[in-house]
């Protein structure tokens, strides 16, 4: 019980201290959470028991995860460059609207911290796009500091905390202030807490840390979507696929695979590889030339002829 009441007011403060830094005090709200806790409101409190992981229930990603995702520690997700971000934060997004399933009764907010260089780069979070994704937005909380440091230390509070089904730290590339020794630290609150900590890394390299697992995250190409009556439906866009490469595990040899979200299901499905490929010398129905010809424009000029070198005339 001490514990649920330290954790709820490491919460409060954490909400007015998001609130100063994006320049919107909020004593009232405080106030009022401090209200509803002294009146046993337990909106807020954690469920007793929260499994240490998570089972995508496919068999050859379990086995090289050794169950699952932990839920007590850090997982990387990385792009190799800033075009593949939305990749990336895809596939850390589907991640989270898989724990608010889980927890759906719990009724908190996945927190996302971006790094504000990186925001401005690789966008932030929309509404819209969330519940499209499979996410709740009411059920989602957005933080942009100005400074790496302010993003650590809302992360290590949020993850100490402990009330936030995920909390997510979105950082660009490798910066020098966040090394080894921070990785170690919102490690040891992620233990503490038995609550994941996703790191997106948007246009960064490989570097130790201390994640359980890290994986390479890219886009691939969408499946066709299946009709109820079991045809397929041609032209449509499909869910969205993640071609994964595990990077960091206990495995020896690196696990690269195809996974499928079902935003409407919240769960991920196989991929063995993209449907409706042709080869090289297959064309589609309705081909045409590769280059269209141009408009409004000279004509291509004739081939030049043989080219005599003349000496220079007095």
């Avoid at 440091?149 to 660009?172: D, H, K, N, Q, Y």
């Avoid at 495995?251 to 991920?268: C, I, K, M, V």
Wanted: aromatic residues 8%.
């Amino acid at each position: 019980m001490a514990q649920t009441a330290v954790a709820r007011e490491q919460l409060f403060a954490l909400r007015e201290t998001i609130a100063k830094l994006e320049g919107k005090p909020a004593p009232a709200l405080a106030a009022a959470a401090q209200e509803a806790f002294a009146a046993g409101d337990e909106t807020y409190s954690r469920p007793a028991k929260t499994p240490l992981r998570l089972s995508f229930d496919i068999p050859i990603l379990d086995d090289a995860l050794e169950g699952g995702l932990p839920l007590n520690g850090i997982t990387e997700v990385r792009s190799l460059m800033l075009r593949d971000a939305a990749g990336a934060s895809g596939f850390v997004l589907a991640l989270a609207a898989w724990l608010q399933r889980q927890e759906a009764a719990d009724g908190m907010p996945v927190f996302w911290i971006g790094d504000r260089i990186c925001t401005m780069e690789a966008g932030r979070p929309y509404a819209v796009g969330l519940k499209d994704f499979g996410l709740e937005p009411e059920r989602f909380l957005m933080a942009s500091p100005h400074k790496l440091e302010e993003a650590l230390w809302l992360a290590e509070t949020a993850v100490e905390s402990g009330v936030f089904p995920a909390t997510i730290l979105e950082v660009r590339g490798n910066p020098a202030q966040f090394g080894l020794t921070e990785s170690r630290r919102l490690s040891m609150r992620a233990r503490a807490s038995g609550r994941p900590l996703f790191l997106l890394r948007q246009g960064g390299e490989e570097e130790a840390s201390s994640a359980f697992f890290r994986f390479r995250a890219e886009p691939a190409p969408a499946s066709t979507r299946p009709l109820p009556d079991g045809s397929m439906l041609d032209g449509g866009i499909g869910n969205p696929v993640f071609r994964l490469i595990l990077e960091k595990s206990r495995s020896p040899a690196p696990l690269s695979l195809l996974l499928e979200w079902n935003p409407h299901d919240r769960r991920f499905f196989p991929v063995s590889q993209p449907e409706r490929t042709r080869s090289p010398g297959e064309q589609s129905a309705h081909s045409v030339a590769q280059l269209s010809p141009s408009s409004n424009r000279q004509d291509r000029p004739q081939e030049v002829g043989s080219v005599l070198a003349f000496g220079r005339t007095p």
